[in-house]
């Protein structure tokens, strides 16, 4: 027995032991926190926004300490004045003795740890919110005003949810410290039933009256508010306060605000009086007041009287959701336009249109990337994006519409060679900007590239074609860290004219350094990786760089700023830039229509989103920002200087944004008007590009984007938004734009797949430093006839599949081991009516096949060709005329045809040699360009000996 009982020396020798363990533990833990937190601070100080992570820091910690203060200094004020202020000798029952022998010898824990647990809660709450406050503390004012209470809008984006948030608090506060003041009271003897009697004696009661009267008048308060928060209710017919709000639940709510007052105030009286029958009474006749006039009356008058009459009196209301909608969207004065579309095609049609149709984009980004991949990456361990970008460079002088994309590093293609040393210090970064004509082929269908290559040439001009930061980088790297004779990080693999690899060392400022042993240890920490720290290739020189993709990069430096989902990548200033749009949103706009952000941007219906929780019914592109791509500086540059939103987060986070003027020329001439705002837009104009309030209540003219027709596996997918240059009606120049079409919202069973409006909005901003062009971001509707039938995608799809000339053609093509894919269905306003324009691609089953453009499909009204190229196609869908150039003549614009010259068609003309000459002469250069380019001299022999014979052709044919 003797044994078993542990002897006092090996409890005093265990004892040490267990709390040395035990500290050690914390240790580690509050340094594997510290870490974290020390990793962060590097990563903000070395981007230049070390301010962003210190406000938050700041904000977050001055808020925790109010919210703590705010609830523990009341309750534990609340239970000090009820144990003070207890009966000396109360006559207490056997139960409140047995429940004070507990509760005495932990009297002071309790006093001084409930107080202190319940602030801890309140000051995580109030911590996590400190946004909100900020907000309210910096609100600017936005100039206008809501048509209700004619309070400036920054009233209801800002100031009124910090009320609410902060009504809500106090009344928490007031309320547990109201239950902390009545169970003291009870448990000390101040509140006592003895024989059905209740007892309260003269300090309890003053202190639970004015509990009780704080408490109400709180009530008041936020009941007050409430009659605000119908501006942005979405309850009723609409969004924001109809007939019945503002002549029954307003008017009752002001009124229920007042009688919660009053009752306040009989709370005190009682505090001196001792008589609680008053402010029961009040409070119950408050909470039957409260059922009343928020309930019951506003339901008598919206079934009696507002039901019977709903359209003529919600009309005013109505008119109110149709402006603040338009205005909260930025749709506000988008320009109507009249377009009475012509579906016959005539003979010199598109002359009027020849600048828009020479730049109409046959290369389709979506199914490209394929070719891009087949053709530039060179290198398993190189990789392109499933959907390439599309942007503009400056060639010639001349604007010209290209598709691109970065050659972005994949460790996955490094296969065997996979190790820590080879993933983090070796294969570190992608090469180059591939950008390819997006108006233009080759003979067999390639794309036409306008800058390709490793190392990369073309007519971007020399820029810095390392890709440390994409969309795809590994999560983390160690570079610059080799001395220069020395390097190790691959750059590109060995070309045609260099049989060894090239090497490089990063020169520039992208991550924290590893300059010493703690900071190296904070990372292994970080990435679990012990190499870091142990690992000799890594010197006193080294940076790692991680967080490496754009958005991530730009939501850190820009918490409060919500991201367009398609970042792109173009060379600007020697540079390869990623350029992100950002917008600033609101949920609290009043009278504003309340949509998913991420439903309305998805390209999908929005009831596959209904569970979202970013609702936003305000949205303005207020941020343009650019990641560089080799150091991952990241610029943030203000875009919409009237923005209430920014510029109150400008007041909290000073100094991080730049001003326009500060953008170059050549960044403005590459910013576009971005496709997220654009979809949104769209979304809302199908509705309410209606304005007058009768026609919007019947619902009889509503719109939705088309389903695009192309999307073989999700037939509900909604036609996405693109980019082109094009002169639209009621402009006076081509213009790069964005555009998207209508059709009638399907009504039950039915639908109709015909065009009945088309929004485009002008995406180009110029190349002017510092000042955008006026025209840029104009909105324009072409609003189309009811009485003429233009059809829709979807229809124009159906009649390119139904076609037999076509789908003899097209069986043809995919005849064998190759498949047929449909480009994306452009449509154009030329012509006087719509154009659509299909690019088709033919692509092998083989592993290592690509898609080749073959043919080109177009439609005008029912009318629909089908040719090899574009010009061809609108030649033969305009009747031989269309007043666009010819391929085959040089560039020059087609010739009038000549009666004297027509032979019937039986043999070719002379003109006719020679055009097919040319144009086998002009496809042949295609080809050896292409060729010399991809460094297949191969090729370029046999595409240099079609183009001696052609052109010998053409001479032949031009001396006869």
């Known amino acids: 027995m003797s044994n078993a009982t542990p002897t006092p020396g090996r409890l005093g020798t265990r004892r040490p032991l267990a709390i040395t363990i035990g500290v050690l533990v914390v240790l580690l833990i509050a340094f594997f926190a510290f870490a974290s937190v020390y990793a962060d601070v590097l990563w903000y100080k070395q981007l230049g926004y070390l301010n962003v992570l210190t406000t938050q820091w700041y904000a977050a ?46 009297r002071k824990l309790l006093t001084w740890g409930v107080p202190a647990l319940l602030g801890v809660f309140a000051g995580l709450s109030t911590a996590t919110r400190w946004q909100l406050a900020m907000l309210s503390f910096n609100s600017v004012s936005s100039g206008q005003t809501d048509p209700q209470f004619n309070m400036d809008i920054s009233f209801y984006l800002f100031n009124l949810p910090f009320y609410q948030a902060a009504v809500a608090l106090f009344s928490a506060i007031v309320l547990l410290s109201g239950l902390a003041a009545l169970i003291t009271n009870y448990v000390y003897g101040s509140i006592a039933v003895a024989k059905r009697e209740l007892r309260v004696a003269k300090a309890a009661r003053i202190q639970l009256a004015v509990i009780a009267a704080i408490y109400i008048a709180l009530q008041a308060v936020s009941i007050w508010l409430d009659q605000f928060a119908t501006m942005t209710s979405d309850k009723g017919l609409i969004t924001g306060a109809g007939y019945t709000d503002v002549n029954a639940t307003i008017p009752g709510l002001q009124i229920l605000s007042v009688i919660a007052i009053l009752v306040a105030l009989l ?43 709903e359209r003529s009196l919600e009309e005013p209301y109505i008119a109110r959701n149709i402006d603040l909608t338009r205005e909260a969207y930025g749709i506000s004065d988008v320009e109507e336009i009249p377009y009475n579309a012509t579906t016959d095609a005539t003979a010199g ?92 082929r080759s003979a067999d269908g390639q794309p036409v590239f306008l800058e390709a290559g490793i190392p990369s040439s073309g007519q971007l001009g020399k820029f810095e074609p390392r890709i440390y930061f994409g969309e795809k980088s590994p999560v983390y790297s160690i570079v610059g860290g080799t001395t220069k004779t020395k390097p190790v990080e691959l750059d590109y693999p060995a070309s045609g004219e260099q049989n060894e690899q090239v090497y490089t ?223 639209v009606p009621g402009a006076e120049t081509p213009a790069y734009s964005i555009y998207s079409t209508f059709i009638p919202k399907a009504s039950g069973t039915s639908s109709r797949n015909v065009l009945t409006g088309y929004l485009v909005a002008d995406a180009d901003a110029g190349a002017e430093k510092g000042k955008r062009s006026a025209d840029y971001g104009k909105l324009r509707l072409l609003t189309l006839p009811k009485d003429v039938t233009v059809p829709g995608p979807g229809q124009v799809q159906n009649n390119f599949n139904a076609d037999p000339a076509v789908s003899k053609e097209l069986n043809l093509l995919s005849q064998g081991s190759t498949n047929v894919l449909k480009g994306n269905l452009l449509t154009l306003p030329v012509g006087g009516g719509l154009l659509y324009v299909q690019p088709v691609y033919v692509q092998s089953t083989g592993n290592t096949s690509y898609p080749l ?13 089908f040719e090899d190229t574009l010009p061809l196609a609108l030649d033969a869908l305009f009747g031989g005329n269309a007043g666009v150039d010819d391929p085959t003549n040089g560039g020059a614009e087609a010739p009038e045809p000549d009666p004297a010259a027509d032979n019937g068609g039986n043999t070719p003309s002379t003109n006719s040699t020679l ?28 595409a240099d000996a079609a183009l001696t014979e052609a052109l010998t052709k053409a001479l032949a044919a031009s001396n006869q």
């Open 349 to 440: 049609a598109l002359r009027a249109d020849a600048e828009t149709t020479a730049s109409i984009r046959i290369i389709d980004p979506a199914l490209v990337s394929a070719s891009f991949a087949q053709l530039e990456q060179f290198k398993q361990y190189y990789s392109f994006p499933e959907e390439l970008d599309v942007d503009r460079y400056n060639i010639d002088g001349k604007s010209q519409d290209s598709v691109v994309a970065v050659r972005e590093l994949n460790q996955a293609g490094i296969g065997s060679s996979q190790s820590w040393y080879n993933n983090t210090l070796v294969y570190t970064h992608g090469y180059g900007m591939v950008s390819a004509y997006g108006t233009e």
């Open 505 to 727: 060392t990063f020169a520039g400022n992208g991550g924290p350094k590893l300059d010493n042993i703690f900071n190296r240890l904070v990372y292994a920490l970080k990435f679990q990786s012990e190499e870091i720290l142990l690992s000799d290739a890594v010197t006193n020189d080294s940076q790692i760089i991680y967080s490496r993709n754009p958005l991530e990069r730009v939501k850190k430096v820009a918490p409060y700023l919500t991201l367009d989902s398609d970042p792109y990548p173009t060379v600007v200033d020697g540079k390869v830039l990623w350029v992100i749009d950002a917008y600033t949103t609101s949920e609290n706009y009043p009278y504003s229509k309340v949509e998913s952000l991420s439903s309305v941007i998805s390209d999908q219906p929005e009831a596959s989103n209904a569970f979202t929780l970013d609702n936003v019914n305000y949205i303005r592109n207020s941020v343009k920002a650019t990641v560089d791509a080799y150091d991952g500086s990241v610029t943030l540059y203000t875009w919409d200087e009237n923005d209430a939103v920014l510029k109150t987060w400008q007041k909290i986070y000073p100094s991080n944004i730049k001003p326009m003027s500060e953008m170059s020329a050549e960044l403005m001439s590459h910013v576009r008007y971005p496709t997220d705002l654009f979809k949104a837009q769209r979304s809302i104009l199908g509705q309410y590009h209606v304005t007058d309030a009768g026609s919007f209540y019947s619902s009889d003219d509503a719109w939705v984007t088309p389903n695009d027709p192309t999307a073989a596996t999700d037939t509900t997918k909604y036609q996405s938004p693109y980019y082109l240059t094009m002169k």
């Open 61 to 106: 910690a001055g808020f925790f300490v109010a919210g703590f203060i705010a609830m523990a200094v009341p309750v534990w004020l609340s239970i000090q004045i009820a144990y003070r202020r207890r009966p000396v000798y109360a006559r207490l029952n056997s139960q409140l003795d047995r429940y004070q022998d507990v509760i005495e010898p932990l």
């Open 853 to 865: 453009l073959k043919k080109i499909l177009v439609a005008f009204g029912d009318k629909i060709a």
């Open 915 to 942: 055009n097919q000459a040319l144009q086998a002469a002009k496809a042949a250069l295609a080809d050896r360009e292409a060729a010399r380019i991809a460094g297949d001299w191969a090729a370029y022999g046999v």
């Open 267 to 309: 709370f005190i009286v009682t505090a001196f009086t001792g008589r609680w029958r008053l402010p029961l009474v009040g409070t119950a006749m408050l909470v039957v007041a409260g059922l009343i006039l928020t309930m019951g009356y506003p339901w008598v008058m919206q079934r009696f009287i507002v039901d019977p009459s």
